[in-house]
C-alpha cells in the first residue's frame, strides 16, 4: 500500500500545482494596494458629460483642465469592468480619441491588470510645458443600462426625485476614481427618457458623503462637487423607463478574467484542447506498452520465480521493498535465520551450503552472496550502522539491474520502443515549458491556455518511468498473465472464495515476501485473519522477539531502510535592478486603477 499511497500524494500534488498555476490570477485578485495615492497634477476644473441612447450605448465627454508640472507627457484614463452589481457584464469603451489644447494627440491602449484597461494620452516623444493644460477625453460604452432592481438596495448619501420601479437603471461613477486631486467637478448625464429618481455618493467605504450639487431635470442629471481628494469617485444610480438593451452574459467573474478570458470560448476551447492532448497522448503511450493480459486467480506463484522476479514481470519495476522481500524469501527457503534484536535492529545469518543455494533463482542467490550470506555461519547486522547500509545499499542498487538483465536474459522483455519514449519524453518537456510561459504574469494570455500543455505533461508521467522501453514477449505476456492472477489472489478477496488456510498456514508465510514486494502484506495478513478466524501467524523461520506477522515484517523493512539511510556515498567521503518612472504599472504613482468595485464606469487614472 505504501508504493499507491505515494503514487496518490505525488499525483494529487501534481494536480495542485497545475490547479494553482492556471489559477493564480483569480486567488491573488483584490490582494493590490488600494490606498490614495497623490499624483503631481491637479486638475483646477472636471467637466464630464454623458448622453445615453434608447439602444444603451452611452457617448462621454470628459473635459479636464490641470495645472502639469514639468517633464509631464499627459494624462493616463484608467476603465475599470469591474461591477459589484452587474458581475456577469463587462463593459469597456471604444472609440477613445483625446485632444490636448484642442489639438488631437496619440491614444495608447494596454492592459493594467485583468480588470483595469488604460488609455495613455499625450505624445510619447514631446513632454508639456509647465503650466494649465485641457486634456480632452471621448470615447463611447455599448449596453450601460442594467435591469431596473439593479442597486435597489444601496443606500445613497443623496437622493432626489420620487424612487420608483423602472425598467431599467444606470448605476455608474460619472467621476472615476482619479489619482489626482480635483478642485471643481460637473457632472450631467442624460438619458433617453426622464429620470425616475437618482442616488449619489462621493467617495467610497467610510470616506462617502453626500452629493451637494445634485438634481434632477427631466432626462439629465447633474452634479457639481469641490474640493475632491485622489481616488474619490463619484457613483450615480438613475432609473429611467426604457428597456434593457441585451447584454452578453459572461458565467464568471472579473476575478477569473485572467483565466477564462471575457469570453466563453476562453473557458471552451482549452478545455476542449485539454481533452484532446489527453487522448493524444495517451494513445501515443499505447506504442510503448503492451496490449490486454486476462490475469485469471493463480493460487501460487509462476514457477522458479522469487518475489523480485515476479514483481518485475507483473509491473516491469522493481519496487523499494524488493531487498527485503528478498532476505523473506531467503529466509523461507531455510537459507538465511531473520532475528530481531529489538525494533531498528536485526540479525541475519546463512545457514545453508552451496548445494541449497544453487535451488534458489538467480536473482535471490545474487542478493545473498553479495550480502555475504552465501556460507554457513556468516552473518549481517541490520543496526542502522553506515557500515551495514553501505553493504545493503550495494545490495539494493545492483538488485534494480539484476532483474532486468534476468528478464532480458530469458527473453521476456526486448528493448525495442526507445525513440518512442524518447519522442514522449522530449514532448513533456516541451510542453510544461510551453505551461510555465503561458501562466506566467508575462505572457498577457489567460492563464487557462496553459492547461493543454500541463495535461500533455501529466499524460506522458507513464513514459518517464523506469524500464518504460521495454516491451513483453510473448512468453514474457504468457509469464505476467500468471504473476497478475497470483496478485490478485494476495489483493482481493478472492482469495477467501479460493483459497483454504485450513492446514496450510506454511502458505501464507511462504506468500509473505510477494505481498511484502507489491505493498499489500497488512492485506494479505488481514485476509488470513478473516478467514481463519486467527491472528497471522509468526514465519517459522524467523526469531520475533517483539511482534510475529506482519508487525515483524515492517520492523525488518524499518531496519533496513534506517541502515541504507544512515549510508551515503557523499558522507563517507566528507569524512574522510533598478525603478521605473510611474508607468502603467504603478512606479511612484501606484498605478492607475481604483474604484472599480461599485457600479460601472469604475477606474481612475493619472498623469504620465
Known amino acids: 500500500m505504501r508504493v499507491n499511497v505515494r503514487r496518490i500524494i505525488a499525483w494529487a500534488a501534481a494536480i495542485a500545482v497545475v490547479a494553482v498555476g492556471v489559477l493564480w490570477p483569480a486567488i491573488v485578485f483584490g490582494l493590490g494596494d488600494d490606498s490614495a495615492v497623490g499624483d503631481p497634477v491637479r486638475f483646477t476644473d472636471y467637466r464630464a458629460d454623458f448622453t445615453v441612447d434608447a439602444d444603451g450605448r452611452m457617448s462621454a465627454v470628459e473635459t479636464i483642465t490641470g495645472l502639469f508640472p514639468a517633464a509631464k507627457h499627459g494624462l493616463v484614463r484608467a476603465f475599470s469592468d469591474a461591477n459589484a452589481y452587474a458581475p456577469h457584464t463587462r463593459r469597456l469603451p471604444t472609440d477613445v480619441t483625446a485632444e490636448i489644447d484642442g489639438r488631437p494627440t496619440d491614444v495608447a491602449t494596454s492592459w493594467q491588470d485583468p480588470t ?3 488609455a495613455r494620452i499625450g505624445d510619447p516623444h514631446r513632454v508639456l510645458q509647465e503650466g494649465s493644460h485641457v486634456v480632452t477625453i471621448s470615447y463611447r460604452v455599448d449596453a450601460v443600462l442594467d435591469p431596473g432592481s439593479t442597486g435597489a438596495d444601496v443606500d445613497f448619501a443623496s437622493t432626489t426625485g420620487e424612487p420608483r420601479d423602472t425598467a431599467s437603471v444606470l448605476l455608474w461613477q460619472v467621476v472615476p476614481a482619479w489619482n489626482n486631486r480635483i478642485d471643481h467637478a460637473t457632472v450631467s448625464v442624460t438619458l433617453p427618457e426622464p429620470v425616475a429618481g437618482g442616488g449619489c455618493t462621493v467617495g467610497i467605504g467610510d470616506r462617502e458623503r453626500p452629493c451637494v450639487g445634485f438634481d434632477v431635470e427631466g432626462d439629465t442629471v447633474r452634479i457639481r462637487a469641490n474640493d475632491l481628494a485622489s481616488r474619490t469617485p463619484i457613483t450615480v444610480r438613475a432609473g429611467t423607463d426604457v428597456a434593457t438593451p441585451d447584454q452578453t452574459f459572461i458565467p ?36 510503448i506498452r503492451d496490449g490486454f493480459t ?22 516491469l519495476t522493481v519496487s523499494p521493498d524488493a531487498l527485503t522481500a528478498t532476505l523473506l524469501h531467503l529466509a523461507d527457503e531455510k537459507l538465511i535465520t531473520l532475528t530481531e534484536v529489538n525494533e531498528t535492529r536485526w540479525t541475519v545469518e546463512g545457514i545453508a551450503d552451496q548445494d541449497a543455494w544453487d535451488r534458489v533463482d538467480s536473482v ?93 505533461l501529466l499524460a506522458s508521467v507513464p513514459a518517464w518511468r523506469v524500464n518504460a522501453d521495454l516491451r513483453r514477449t510473448e512468453a514474457g505476456l504468457h509469464l505476467t498473465s500468471k504473476a497478475r492472477g497470483f496478485h490478485r489472489l494476495l489483493a482481493t478477496g478472492s482469495s477467501e472464495a479460493r483459497f483454504d488456510f485450513s492446514g496450510r498456514s506454511g502458505i501464507y508465510t511462504s506468500y509473505v515476501p510477494y505481498a511484502v514486494v507489491a505493498g ?28 510475529g506477522g506482519a508487525a515483524g515484517v515492517t520492523g525488518l523493512q524499518y531496519a533496513v531502510a534506517a541502515s541504507i ?44
Not at 497488512?522 to 517483539?546: C, I, M, N, Q
Not at 539511510?565 to 558522507?571: D, E, F, M
Open 116 to 118: 483595469t484597461y488604460l
Open 252 to 287: 464568471w467573474s472579473p476575478r477569473f478574467d485572467a483565466v477564462f478570458d471575457r469570453h466563453l470560448g476562453g473557458l471552451v476551447w482549452p478545455t476542449v484542447l485539454a481533452v484532446v492532448a489527453a487522448i493524444g497522448v495517451r494513445l501515443w503511450l499505447r506504442s
Open 294 to 315: 486476462a490475469a485469471p486467480v493463480q493460487n501460487a506463484p509462476p514457477d522458479g520465480l522469487g518475489p523480485a522476479q515476479w514483481d518485475f514481470v507483473r509491473t
Open 364 to 456: 535471490s542467490r545474487r542478493t545473498g552472496a553479495l550480502l555475504g550470506l552465501a556460507r554457513a555461519g556468516e552473518v549481517l547486522n541490520a543496526n542502522g550502522t553506515a557500515t551495514a547500509g553501505r553493504q545493503l545499499a550495494r545490495a539494493r542498487d545492483d538488485l534494480d539491474g539484476a532483474v532486468r538483465k534476468w528478464a532480458e536474459r530469458e527473453r521476456l522483455v526486448v528493448a525495442g520502443r526507445r525513440l518512442d519514449v524518447i519522442g514522449l519524453r522530449s514532448a513533456g518537456v516541451v510542453a510544461a515549458l510551453v505551461a510555465v510561459a503561458l501562466v506566467s504574469p508575462w505572457s498577457g494570455i489567460p492563464t487557462l491556455w496553459g492547461l493543454p500543455f500541463a495535461v500533455a
Open 520 to 547: 499489500i502484506a497488512a492485506r494479505w495478513a488481514a485476509t488470513f485473519e478473516k478467514v481463519t478466524g486467527t491472528p497471522a501467524p509468526e514465519p517459522p523461520w524467523s526469531r520475533l522477539d517483539s511482534a
Open 565 to 608: 539511510g544512515s549510508y551515503s556515498p557523499v558522507a563517507s567521503i566528507e569524512s574522510g535592478g533598478g525603478g521605473g518612472d510611474g508607468g502603467s504599472y504603478g512606479g511612484s504613482g501606484g498605478g492607475f486603477g481604483g474604484g472599480g468595485g461599485d457600479g460601472g464606469g469604475g477606474g481612475g487614472g493619472g498623469s504620465w
